[in-house]
C-alpha cells in the first residue's frame, strides 16, 4: 500500500473516518479519551409560549378544579352514606312534629333527641326528597335504627300514631263527655253546649296526637248522621215509627234493655207490637232515665216500686207511646234491629237468669216467667249469704287461732 495514504492516520485512525475525506482538522484522541462516553445533550429550552401566564393560569385553574370535584365527590358519598345508612337510635322511639314546625326545626329535635346524627344533612336530604312536599305534623313512630331516608318518608306519608277513643254502646251524651274530659292524650275544651241525647254514635275512633274533644265530638255527631241515613233507608215498611228521631229513640232503649246482638231483634220486635196494639212500653231505663237524666243511676241505687209510679215524661209505665228524646246514644246494630225487628208476637219479655231474657206472647206466660226469675234472684242470694257466712266465720276461728 502507499506509504502515503497512512499518512496522519495514528493507530485507530482519523476522527471521524468513515471512507470518506475528513470535514475537518484531524484530532488526535488517546485510547482512554476514545472510550470515554460522549456527553449528554442539554434539555431544549422552554418556549416562550410554554413560559406565557395565561397557560400558568389555566392550569392552575384546571387543578383547582379536579381538586374541588374530587372533594365534591367525597362529600356527596359521605352525605348519601350518612343520610341513607343505618341510624343512631337504638330502640324504638315517639317523635312529634308539630303544626307549622319547620324543616331546621324538625332535624334539630331529631338530632337534639339522638334519632339522627347531622341535622343538616338531614334538611339538605329532605329538600332533595320532598321537591314541593312537605313534613306533616303529627306523632310519629321511629323504628330503631331507622335512617334518615326513612324517616323523611315516614313523616312525609303523615302515618302518625293513632290513639284510640272507645265509647260503649249506651252511654248517654253526658258520660260520653265524661271519658272525652278524662282523656289525657285529646286537647282543648268540649263543646260549650252538650249535643242531644243519641246525636252520637258509639264506636272506636282513631285520632293523632293533638287532636281536640271538640273534634272528636264532631266526628262522633257526623258518624251517627250518616249511619242513620243509611238505616233509616233500609228499613221495614210498615213500621209505627213516623220520623229517624223516633226509630233512635226506640232503639236507645232496646239498647239498654239488653246487651247481647241476638236479642236485640226480638226485644225490638216486643217493642213494637206494643206499639202496634197501644200498649204501653213499660221499660225499666226509662225510669231510671226520667229520674237521673244523663248522669244515670248510682250503681247502689235500686229501683223501687214506688218510682214505677213517679210520673215524668220518660216514664213509659206512665206515659203512652215513645219518650220525648232519646234515653242513651245507641249503637249501629240496635237501630238496625228496630229498623228491622223480629216477626213474632211476643209483647214480653224478663231477664232469665243467665245474662239473657225469657220471652212471652201472653201475661200468663209472662207472670211465670217473672216467678222463675224471682226464685232463681233468690237463690242466688241465699247462696250469697252462705257464702259470706262462710267467710265471716273462718275469718272469726282466724283470728282466735292467733289470739291463743
Known sequence: MNDRNNQGKGIFGRAGDNGSAPSGPIIPVSP???????????????????????????????????????????????????????????????????????????????????????????????????????????????????????????????????????????????????????????????????????????ETYKYSRGTTRAEIVEQMAKAQTRALEQVWARRAPDLPLATPEELVILASIVEKETARADERPRVAGVFINRLEKGMRLQSDPTIIYGLFGGAGKPSDRPIYKSDIDKPTAYNTYVIDGLPPTPIANPGREAMEAVANPSRTKDLYFVADGSGGHAFAETLDDHNSNVARWRRLEAEREKALAAEKAAEAEANTQGATTQGN
Request: proline letters at 6%; charged letters at 25%.
Open 32 to 202: 482512554s479519551q476514545a472510550l470515554k462516553p460522549e456527553k449528554a445533550p442539554p434539555p431544549p429550552k422552554r418556549s416562550r409560549r410554554a413560559r406565557n401566564q395565561v397557560v400558568v393560569f389555566l392550569n392552575f385553574i384546571l387543578s383547582l378544579v379536579i381538586f374541588v370535584a374530587i372533594v365534591g365527590i367525597g362529600v356527596f358519598w359521605y352525605g348519601k352514606t350518612e343520610f341513607e345508612g343505618r341510624g343512631p337510635l337504638d330502640r324504638t322511639t315517639d317523635f312529634m312534629v308539630r303544626e307549622g314546625a319547620g324543616l331546621n326545626q324538625i332535624a334539630a329535635g331529631l338530632e337534639r333527641e339522638g334519632i339522627i346524627t347531622n341535622q343538616r344533612i338531614f334538611s339538605i336530604g329532605a329538600k332533595g326528597v320532598l321537591g314541593d312536599d312537605t313534613l306533616k305534623a303529627g306523632e310519629y313512630e321511629i323504628k330503631a335504627r331507622s335512617s334518615m331516608l326513612e324517616i323523611i318518608e315516614l313523616m312525609q306519608s303523615g302515618k302518625s300514631i293513632l290513639h284510640s277513643f272507645t265509647v260503649p254502646e249506651g252511654q248517654t251524651v253526658q258520660q260520653v263527655f265524661d271519658r272525652l274530659r278524662a282523656d289525657e292524650m285529646l286537647q282543648g275544651d268540649l263543646p260549650a253546649e252538650m249535643p242531644p241525647e243519641g246525636a252520637l254514635l258509639p
